[in-house]
């Protein structure tokens, strides 16, 4: 099946600080989203990215599926960033709907 | 309009007793899946259903699991004789079409097995 790999596993930095999280993927995907959970585990939607590039405020997402690869993007960093940040992909096979996660990227911003 | 929701949000179970989790998806919507992460593990895919009808369940353990969505009412995930490997999140997202549409989640049901 496909593999999701996302880096780097773990990212220390200070409040005020700039990111950048990598995933690539093994295969074509019909879909890729971007997902914080935060320190409660709540899965918070971030970006629906299967391709193109988007913007949140701080945060802005690139896909670039002819590559296999997406970054995350996170501009001034705050407390409330911190958390695991995951990637999830649909295959790019007819009938696979389900989404599959990479092991996530641990973000801690220190104040 | 309102998100997916899942309840109850926590959920304690002893050895040997059933556990149901129920999941509303979004208005609107008639495709519900089903994730379990284990502790410190990331999300892994269970079950894909549409309304009476379970699509792919693929990744749910053989024995002990099932899951229904009902024509009326919120999908259920079902754990008959949970053990302690059973404990973990449950996530449930749904989304209104299949294949490359956005997947919605819930804030899931932290099963803990005693």
């Known amino acids: 099946g496909i593999q999701v790999e996302q880096s780097p596993p773990d990212l220390i930095l200070q409040e005020g600080a700039n990111s950048t999280l990598r995933c690539n993927f093994s295969d074509s995907v019909n879909n890729l989203q971007w997902f914080h959970q935060n320190p409660w585990g709540q899965l918070i939607n971030l970006f629906y990215i299967p391709s193109g590039t988007k913007q949140n405020g701080r945060l802005s997402a690139t896909t670039v599926a002819t590559e296999r690869y997406s970054l995350l993007y996170i501009s001034s960093s705050q407390t409330t960033d911190s958390g695991v940040y995951f990637c999830a992909v649909e295959p790019g096979i007819q009938g696979a709907q389900k989404l599959v996660f990479g092991q996530g990227t641990r973000l801690t911003i220190n104040p | 309009n309102a998100g997916v929701m899942q309840n109850p949000r926590h959920l304690v179970r002893r050895r040997g007793q059933e556990a149901r989790l129920r999941c509303s998806p979004m208005?609107?919507?008639?495709?519900v899946y089903w994730y379990r992460q284990l502790p410190e593990e990331g999300l892994k895919f269970m079950v894909y259903?549409?309304?009476?009808?379970?699509?792919?369940e693929s990744g749910m353990p053989k024995e002990r699991f099932s899951a229904e969505f009902p024509k009326e009412g919120p999908s259920i995930l079902r754990i008959q004789q949970v053990v302690r490997g059973d404990s973990a999140a449950y996530f449930c997202a749904s989304s209104p079409l299949p294949g490359g549409y956005e997947q919605y989640f819930g804030p899931g049901t932290r099963l803990t097995v005693t």
């Open positions: 259903l549409q309304k009476e009808n379970i699509i792919d």
């Open positions: 208005k609107g919507h008639s495709h």
